[in-house]
């Protein structure tokens, strides 16, 4: 099979591969539509020592079974894989299973490849209607679903609340539809990128601001950090009311930017937020089914063949849309 391979720091190869045999309980999945992740892209920079080379990235992916009794059927994929008999697991908290295991890192290959094999109960069946590019939104936007889910819980489910997420990709960006699908009315994203946040504004009628824009007595009962580097845990430390929550999604750098003194002073609550758990995932699939989380016609699609030059663009800032999706079969 055709995949793209991460083979070192900024370098990307588009090869062959080893085509995948299903083991018991794993299907075969044709992937049709795979979305670049901002956790790809720090593997790509070097960043992420999870994710050593050679490895084939990539794990926000849809497409059709292919054999079984299942054949033909088209769904999406939740990429993370857990072992469904630990303490984590059987709470519902699955994310936090200590055996957990995600595609696009070893022991298991990514999604940026023409097959793929996975669990029969990590995939969601895609209804007549939603496309595969839309399905494939289902992973970066559980995300936020699961970030907005813990949030309005922490603020005692305060439909009122006012929303400020940090970072316009679409991690940022499904976490503000997210709120909005969840009752929050009141959500304004923070995009520092000129040509993203005129996207953003312009294209899915969001309410966007560069990070000066904001006064200086701003303040926000949820605000959520969708790219996790000091500047911006600073912002949410500085944005978020006496009393009100940071949800932490983003991965850019492990150190700096909280004020801890604030936050002890004025009762501030901080979670961290991993991926989703597989309700959230199936709760996500299910919004995007029913029209609650729009058109989702933000994406810019590509050929995985020209996957390396997306990955560029990215870098260099020279993509308005929110997510790229690569298509393995063109």
Known sequence: MKALVYTGKESLSYQDAPKPEPSSGDVLIRVESVGICGSDMHAYLGHDERRPAPLILGHEAAGRIVGGPRDGERVTVNPLVTCGACPACKSGRDNL????????MPPREGAFAQWLTMPESNLVVVPDGVSIDQAALSEPIACGWHAVRLGRQALGGDVEARALVLGGGAIGLGAALSCKAQGIADVTIVEPNDLRRSFLQDACGQTALAPEALGPNADFDLVVDGVGYAGTRAQASDLV????VIMHIGLGSAEGGLNIRR????????IGTYT??????????AAIFDGRL????WIEARGLDVGAQAFADIRAGRVASPKIILRPWG
């Open 294 to 297: 729009g058109a989702l016609d």
């Open 276 to 285: 989703y758990t597989a309700e959230d995932f199936r709760q996500t699939a």
């Open 263 to 270: 936050m002890t002073l004025q009762e501030i609550t901080f």
């Open 97 to 104: 299973c200590p055996d957990r295991q995600i595609i696009s």
């Open 241 to 244: 009311r006496p009393g009100g």
